[in-house]
């Protein structure tokens, strides 16, 4: 189960924190990913973490968004900076054990959070 906390309201220029904490998956190696979708289009992928630390980002991002990993609280975050109002949509988390690349195809991930508003205004 992936569980989504974070997320919210910020204007343009502004920072927000998504946190996704897993349950009940715990077969290593993974890959840990975020998508976004705003209303009429299909999830886009934003950012991608492996279990051994290897991350990916889309170029829409890079540079301002930054995919961690937090082995305690068996969670992974998100920290957006510098936000924009192309950025606002709903962000999910998603999860696949696998030995293979990690994927930016939403299609990939057989487990998904139950998304996370993100609005950000001019």
């Known amino acids: 189960q992936l569980a989504l906390s974070g997320g919210g309201s910020v204007q343009a220029g502004g920072s927000l924190r998504l946190s996704c904490v897993i349950t009940?998956?715990?077969?290593?190696?993974?890959?840990m990913a975020w998508f976004r979708q705003v209303p009429g289009k299909g999830r886009e992928w934003v950012a991608y973490?492996?279990?051994?630390?290897?991350?990916a980002y889309a170029e829409s991002v890079k540079g301002r968004f930054t995919i961690s990993g937090d082995n305690a609280k068996n969670a992974l975050n998100l920290h957006m900076n510098s936000l924009k109002p192309e950025d606002t949509a709903l962000f999910y988390c998603?999860?696949?054990?696998?030995?293979?690349?990690?994927?930016?195809?939403?299609?990939?991930?057989?487990?998904w959070g139950q998304g996370t508003q993100v609005t950000v205004s001019a």
């Open positions: 009940g998956l715990t077969y290593r190696p993974y890959c």
């Open positions: 998603a999860r696949r054990s696998s030995t293979q690349a990690c994927s930016s195809n939403s299609w990939w991930y057989p487990y």
């Open positions: 973490r492996r279990s051994d630390g290897t991350t």
